[in-house]
């Protein structure tokens, strides 16, 4: 089979040997997988990390070809959407345990399972209370999926903010009742305009995101991070002094345990299937002959690119 191996000089296809399973692990066929930003910092980082850390990809989804002899839960022929590394190659294995069937009408090229999980996780923390005043403070794939799960949950007012003139409009799109430009409009003004916010969603990554979300929030209110924090080794300063006066709470809205992101892939799923989030408009599609470019063009922060997606049917 061909798979997708990072060098120091970048992506190359290759060929590899197509995987083989477990009593309890599934082979799918890989249909498509999508680009997560800690993958693209590996491949920015390529010259330090590929020598041990080369196969990549885990927001795979695909068609089953094989089953285990202790499976009972999946049959060839599914299609699926799975935790799974890596997936940037023609096939991959996963634990019975780690895959969601996909409905008829989920595309498995906008499917985005893994991603999805960790929006849906973050999201059943959010507490959000009908009628409350939200902010997300980054509006790239996560944090327009996050905006789109706020709606959901019944928010009053829904605020995007994001220097990026696309990504302002992309939040609208997706159901924000205003936007800002954090370089044109300081946290004075917003909060001028509408007070402070029962729940703010950090999804940018970066410092200055942090500093707006402790202004915006309000007291007794919700900061929730799921920016991923990895410039400057993730070293970030907070005003503690704020914090504590303002007594409010800050989660952590990364996951970590399998089977908790496992279940959230499967809410995100239904969500799908029923509409409440979409995700085709976010995403770019790449043939896998095409996937060093796709990482160029994120690296570069290409015009119009939220999610890059390897399509692998063609491969």
């Avoid at 083989?20 to 692990?25: F, G, L, Q």
């Avoid at 799109?173 to 936007?179: E, F, I, K, S, W």
């Avoid at 309000?218 to 907070?238: C, D, K």
Wanted: proline share 3%; aromatic share 6%; glycine share 8%.
């Amino acid at each position: 089979m061909k798979a997708a191996v990072l060098t120091t000089a970048g992506f190359e296809i290759q060929e590899a040997p197509k995987p083989s399973i477990a009593d309890h692990e599934v082979l799918v066929k890989t249909l498509a997988c999508g680009v997560c930003s800690g993958d693209v910092f590996v491949y920015q980082n390529r010259a330090r990390y590929a020598a041990t850390y080369n196969r990549l990809g885990h927001e795979a989804s695909g068609l089953v070809m094989a089953v285990g002899r202790s499976v009972d839960d999946f049959k060839v022929g599914d299609t699926v959407t799975a935790l799974a590394l890596p997936a940037y190659a023609d096939y991959f294995a996963a634990s019975q345990d780690m895959l969601v069937k996909l409905p008829s009408n989920v595309d498995p090229l906008y499917a985005l399972g893994e991603a999805i999980a960790c929006c849906v996780h973050a999201a059943n923390r959010f507490g959000i209370r009908p009628g409350d005043r939200a902010a997300v403070v980054g509006c790239g794939f996560m944090g327009l999926v996050c905006l789109q799960l706020v709606k959901y949950q019944g928010a009053g007012l829904v605020c995007a903010i994001d220097p990026v003139a696309e990504r302002r409009q992309m939040g609208e799109r997706m159901g924000a009742d205003v936007t800002y430009d954090p370089s044109r409009h300081n946290s004075t003004e917003i909060l001028a305009n509408h007070g402070e916010f029962d729940v703010v969603i950090e999804a940018a990554g970066v410092q200055s995101a942090v500093d707006l979300c402790t202004d915006l929030v309000t007291e007794h209110g919700r900061i929730i991070l799921v920016g991923y924090h990895q410039s400057n080794n993730g070293l970030r300063t907070v005003n503690m002094e704020r914090w504590n006066y303002k007594a409010i709470d800050v989660i952590n809205g990364h996951v970590r345990r399998q089977d908790e992101k496992v279940a959230a892939m499967r809410q995100g799923i239904e969500l799908m299937s029923q509409g409440q989030i979409v995700t085709e408009p976010l995403v770019t599609i790449y043939e896998f002959a095409d996937t060093e470019q796709a990482f160029r063009d994120l690296t570069a922060g290409k015009p119009g690119l939220f999610k890059a997606v390897l399509n692998m049917t063609a491969s």
